[in-house]
């Protein structure tokens, strides 16, 4: 990731000759602390440790101290999860805190409740001009109150207003959440940090290259940022507790978090009780518990068959999970060109680096002879390692072991130009070989919507598996793109994991896809989602949901696995009762209304519509949705002055913040420039994007004010020297 507030170096002016160098002092001097008051942050610490944030006037006041508390049932395919933010406000001041968090890109959010001392305000859900609207009003009359809104699928704020001096307020959020299923294995994740993303530089200050007129990348940049506090200087805050009812369905055998120490109760042989064995320890990385069945009753043996439902208002929704059987793959696999991608970016810095290495050279291991691969590494510029791809050989793949190993960690991550060069084919008619990308980062960017468009328009025959690395992935940007590439996402946590997950994912691409794959249903009038079913790999299951009138009939489900025809037929009536569907249901229809919109197989404007439809129905937090709950008595006496503060996350686990913020006044060395002769112009446009600091602060107001004073400076000493 690129530095947020880098300090750039350039060559001063010599002195004027006979100008003497003490008149230059005072000007340089106040040149000097105009630079640095622009780049200071706009936070500050005190000598107990305190965090203070600038409020308006210019003054500092204490951030708002917060912890967290989350409280998830796990019921067979789905979860229901509980999130409630304590707010504490311990100054004299009245507070109003805005706290960015993350959320797992597939939850769907349908609940807030505002607490404020023994009143409890329910949340309504509107649109979220209007939302927004109701919240400034109530905040401007002194009345407590909260917003929710999302700023992607897996990031949201919370705003709280008018929390009063020694206060604590309680903000709690309600999702449901499908379980991931995988290999015969159960997953759930819990993301609790939002990770500093890099935003790509807005196009009046990139290189001519950008094109004129371009649109922003990122034009909500603003609102995906928060203070990050530096781990060597400042003590971890937001804590955090859990505890998990696990209702699996089956008999249970092993129950793992390999990013947590947990304790684990046994309630019955399908329950456990989960909890964090440190108490409420920071949030600083993912939450992952996974569990499968008891040995002799795995319900993943053979065709593997989940069927739910649920009635909603009148009708029925269906989740079905089928996974095809392990051993209908043909004996002949097909030669495959692979191209490794690796973000070496400064986020990537410390154990995510190292773990991303070792998966990239556990892939160059597991190659084949015939096959062909090559490797890109990027960070704010990119390098392809060979001009195309090559055979699997000892000497390629000595030369790409060598080249791998000598990667470090620095600078942005300018992820759109390697994307496009790991998608670019040169033999897009070869059906004879499968064409697979591996790429492995911590999608720690802003600009997914650029991403998801290129890899929508140039996937070609391409199949994209994306491996997100270390404790606080970008799991929208992750499963999202591999989505739209028909491939599949695998997260390693840990170094442990790596061996393991990237093994299994290797065995996933040395295996063919479950092709061709359509659902038909017998009764009409059925509303399905996806409508376009992705291919299947070993292991992963088809996840398909349906609303209908009654849940009556069949599905049929047809595919092929290499040249073998795969067939299942599932009686609806079979279906065991489920909580939560329909929810998930309206979750998965805006997200496929989304994905239309950045395809364009819908307008704008029609999937704008559908998605608010959907959100209003069934009451959900989306883009255009947001939950807003008000206290109906004013409590901010008149005249009382309002902090707005913004609360402070703790740097990912394993993240280096001097690689991702800048190492104080260390000047950052220039980007690399494309090494390849043969690169296509838009990888050297890559290469010279400009690093600017993302933070938002009148920067360049007072480098300008600098510059005057030394102007002025300058002048007055000519003039002493001329008389």
Same mark, same amino acid.
């Given at each position: ?92 001041? @009245? ?30 859900? &509107? ?12 905040? !401007? ?119 947590? %120490? ?63 059987? $392990? ?66 050989? $000892? ?21 759109? %130009?390697?994307?496009?060069?790991? =998608? ?7 059906? /004879?070989?499968?064409? !697979? ?23 070609? &025959? ?43 994912? =290797?065995?996933? =691409? ?35 949901? %349906? ?37 998930? @249901? ?7 209304? $989304? ?9 704008? $404007? ?22 807003? %709950? ?9 005249? /009382? ?13 394993? @993240? ?11 000047? =950052? ?41 030394? /102007? ?12």
């Amino acid at each position: 990731m690129l530095p947020l507030s880098p300090h750039h170096s350039a060559p001063l002016a010599r002195p004027a000759p006979g100008l003497p160098r003490n008149l230059l002092l005072g000007p340089l001097i106040a040149l000097l602390l105009a630079l640095i008051a622009g780049i200071g942050p706009v936070r500050a610490q005190d000598g107990s440790g305190t965090l203070l944030l600038r409020f308006e006037g210019g003054a500092s006041v204490e951030a708002p101290r917060l912890r967290a508390d989350a409280a998830i049932t796990v019921s067979g395919p789905t979860a229901r999860a509980t999130i409630t933010q304590v707010f504490r406000n311990t100054t004299s001041a @009245w507070v109003e805190g805005t706290y960015l968090f993350p959320l797992p890109e597939d939850a769907a959010v349908d609940t807030m409740k505002l607490v404020v001392g023994d009143r409890v305000i329910l949340a309504e859900i &509107r649109e979220r001009e209007a939302a927004r609207r109701v919240y400034e009003a109530a905040r !401007q009359e002194g009345k407590a109150a909260a917003l929710t809104e999302q700023q992607r699928p897996n990031l949201f704020t919370n705003a709280v207003a008018n929390i009063g001096p020694g206060e604590t307020v309680l903000v709690q959020l309600e999702y449901q959440q499908p379980v991931r299923q995988s290999g015969g294995t159960a997953s759930l994740r819990l993301p609790t940090v939002a990770a500093p993303r890099y935003s790509p530089a807005p196009p009046a200050v990139t290189s001519a290259a950008a094109g004129a007129g371009a649109a922003d990348p990122v034009p909500d940049r603003e609102k995906i940022e928060a203070p990050v506090l530096d781990p060597t200087r400042q003590a971890p805050v937001n804590p955090l507790s859990l505890s998990i009812d696990l209702k699996a369905g089956f008999a249970l055998g092993a129950v793992r978090s390999a990013t947590h %120490a947990i304790r684990i109760e046994e309630v019955s042989e399908s329950e456990r009780r989960i909890t964090l064995a440190d108490g409420a320890p920071a949030a600083d990385r993912d939450f992952e518990l996974t569990w499968s069945a008891a040995p002799g009753t795995d319900p993943s043996a053979g065709p593997a068959v989940g069927l739910f439902r649920e009635r909603v208002v009148g009708a029925e929704t269906v989740l079905a999970l089928v996974t095809p059987p $392990e051993g209908a793959a043909p004996a002949v696999a097909l030669p495959r060109d692979v191209v490794f991608v690796i973000d070496n970016s400064g986020s990537m810095g410390g154990a995510s680096i190292r773990q991303a290495k070792a998966s990239l050279l556990i892939g160059l291991d597991r190659l084949r002879p015939g096959d062909r691969f090559n490797v890109i590494r990027f960070d704010h510029s990119f390098d392809t390692l060979f001009p195309d791809v090559v055979p699997a050989d $000892e000497s390629h793949l000595a030369r790409a072991k060598r080249f791998v190993s000598g990667l470090e960690a620095s600078g942005g991550t300018e992820m759109l %130009a390697p994307l496009r060069a790991a =998608l670019a084919d040169a033999t897009p008619e070869d059906t /004879a070989r499968l064409r !697979q990308i591996v790429f492995l980062t911590d999608g720690a960017i802003g600009n997914e919507a650029q991403i998801f468009s290129a890899i929508a328009a140039e996937r070609g &025959r391409s199949r994209l598996f994306m491996v997100g690395i270390g404790s606080a992935p970008n799991g929208y940007l992750m499963s999202h793109a591999a989505e739209l590439g028909r491939g599949s996402f695998t997260q390693i946590d840990t170094p442990d994991q790596v061996s393991e997950r990237m093994r299994a994912l =290797l065995t996933k =691409l040395e295996s063919p896809a479950v092709t061709e794959l359509t659902a038909v249903f017998s009764e009409d009038g059925v509303d399905v989602t996806p409508t376009r079913l992705p291919d299947l790999y070993r292991g992963e299951p088809l996840t398909l949901s %349906a609303r209908m009138r009654t849940a009556r009939g069949t599905l049929t489900l047809t595919g092929r696995i290499g040249a073998h025809p795969w067939k299942a037929v599932l009686s609806l009536d079979t279906a065991q009762p489920g909580t939560g569907i329909g929810k998930l @249901w309206a979750r998965a229809k805006i997200a496929e209304a $989304e994905t239309a919109r950045l395809t364009g197989r819908l307008t704008a $404007e029609a999937a704008d519509a559908a998605i608010l439809r959907l959100a209003l129905d069934h009451g959900l937090t989306t883009r255009l949705t947001s939950l807003v %709950a008000v206290d109906a008595t004013p409590r901010r006496p008149e005249g /009382a002055r309002l902090a707005r503060t913004d609360l402070p996350l703790n740097l990912p686990a394993g @993240w280096d913040f001097a690689r991702v913020f800048g190492e104080g006044d260390t000047p =950052l060395p220039p980007p690399p420039r494309q090494r390849r002769a043969e690169a296509p112009a838009l990888q050297i446009a890559a290469a010279r994007a400009v690093p600017l600091p993302q933070t938002a602060t009148d920067f360049a107001i007072r480098a300008w004010l600098g510059g005057l004073l030394l /102007a002025l400076g300058l002048l007055l000493a000519r003039r002493r020297v001329a008389a």
